[in-house]
């Protein structure tokens, strides 16, 4: 199924929409993610993400780039549409401390939409809707597309940056679920059309947690 204009096309971008005309099982399409710890006066602020789209998720947002240059205002209106639907599911994350949810902030100070070769790439500063105490403290967060439409994932533990003034007393730990055979085959029974259970939350079930750690 084609989309026709780029509002439609970027609203589904992230969503359980059609990318292309193939049915394929679920995960659909590939988001290969890193994080980098952000803070201000020893307290967690938030993550900037860099969030790295498969080629055929990217085709549509690269075809409507065109030859536009970096910074264009053809590339600032591509990302503020991005942005927007990622606003509109909460970052696709979860952030946890002691056991109670972190709320984030509504609008992220900075975004922008890039080109990789074939690959678009969005960038971003998820932000804490207030600064978090990393002293001795453990935090958990995970991002993921609640349908599994998106296979949103970490590479490895590298994928995780902290910065070189809190290397020595902070780190992350990255944790891939191995859900079970019949998991695996309902999200490979799924075609495109499909949607999955609420009650399932199949998404979740694939997710990665990323755990925080300060001494």
């Known amino acids: 199924m084609l989309l026709y204009n780029t509002s439609a096309k970027v609203g589904l971008l992230l969503l359980s929409a059609l990318f ?10 590939f988001i290969d993610m890193q994080a980098t710890l952000m803070h201000k006066d020893d ?5 900037k993400m860099h969030w790295v789209m498969d080629e055929i998720t990217s085709a549509d947002l690269l075809y409507d780039a065109g030859d536009a240059k970096p910074g264009s205002e053809t590339w600032k209106k591509l990302a503020a549409e991005v942005m927007a639907n990622v606003l509109g599911q909460h970052y696709f994350s979860e ?3 002691q056991e109670k949810r972190v709320k984030f902030g509504n609008l992220p100070p900075f975004y922008q939409l890039s080109r990789e070769g074939h690959r678009a790439v969005l960038e971003f500063v998820l932000p804490l809707g207030e600064p978090q105490p990393l002293t001795g403290q453990r935090y ?11 296979d949103m994932y970490y590479d490895s533990e590298k994928s995780l940056h902290i910065p070189a003034d809190l290397a020595e007393r902070c780190a ?6 191995k859900p079970d055979a019949s998991l695996q085959a309902y999200a490979l029974s799924l075609d495109k059309a499909d949607t999955p259970s609420e009650d399932l939350a199949l998404g979740q079930q694939f997710a990665q ?3 925080l750690v300060c001494q």
């Open 95 to 97: 952030f946890w401390h």
């Open 140 to 150: 958990v967060f995970s991002t993921f597309d609640p349908t599994y439409f998106v």
């Open 209 to 211: 947690t990323v755990t």
């Open 20 to 29: 292309s005309s193939v049915a394929w099982s679920h995960p659909h399409s």
């Open 172 to 177: 992350f730990t990255l944790t891939t679920p």
């Open 43 to 47: 307290r967690l602020t938030g993550l």
